[in-house]
C-alpha cells in the first residue's frame, strides 16, 4: 500500500512539474505579407545550390542546366521585385482620433501616444512639425 501511494505521488509530481501550459509557449508569429516572399526566396536559392551540385556531379547536361537555371533566376527576381515593393509601402497603425486632436501623433511615423511627448518614441524625431 506504501508503495502504491508513493508511485501516485511520484507520478503525480512529474506530470505537474513536466506538463506544458499555454502561458510557456512562446507567442504566434503575426504574419507579414513579406514572410511567405522570404520563404519562396530562400526555396529558390536552395534550388539553385542543388541544381548547380546536380549539374557538377554530371547528372545534368550543360543545355538543362542553363534552361533550369534561367527559370530559377527569373522566378527570383520576381519575388525580390515582389519584397521590395511589399517593403517600400509600410502599413502604419490607425491613429485615433482622440489622439489626433490632442496633437499627441507623431507627424514623422504617425505613431500616436497617450500623452504630449517632445520627442517621438518610435522614431526618435521632434513631435512639433514635420521637417
Known amino acids: 500500500?506504501?508503495?502504491?501511494?508513493?508511485?501516485?505521488?511520484?507520478?503525480g509530481v512529474l506530470f505537474f512539474t513536466l506538463r506544458i501550459r499555454d502561458k510557456h509557449l512562446p507567442p504566434e508569429e503575426s504574419e507579414t505579407p513579406i514572410k511567405p516572399l522570404e520563404e519562396a526566396k530562400v526555396r529558390i536559392y536552395e534550388a539553385l545550390?542543388?541544381?548547380q551540385f546536380e549539374y557538377r556531379l554530371g547528372k545534368l547536361s550543360d543545355a538543362d542546366y542553363q534552361a533550369s537555371k534561367q527559370e530559377l533566376q527569373?522566378?527570383?527576381a520576381r519575388v525580390l521585385q515582389q519584397i521590395g515593393e511589399t517593403a517600400a509601402t509600410p502599413s502604419k497603425p490607425p491613429v485615433k482620433a482622440e489622439a489626433k486632436?490632442?496633437?499627441?501623433?507623431?507627424p514623422h511615423c504617425g505613431a500616436s501616444f497617450k500623452e504630449k511627448l517632445k520627442f517621438c518614441g518610435e522614431c526618435g524625431k521632434a513631435?512639433?512639425?514635420?521637417g
Open 1 to 11: 500500500m506504501i508503495i502504491a501511494l508513493a508511485a501516485l505521488i511520484v507520478i
Open 49 to 51: 545550390r542543388d541544381l
Open 74 to 76: 527569373k522566378e527570383l
Open 101 to 106: 486632436a490632442k496633437g499627441n501623433v507623431c
Open 127 to 130: 513631435m512639433e512639425a514635420a
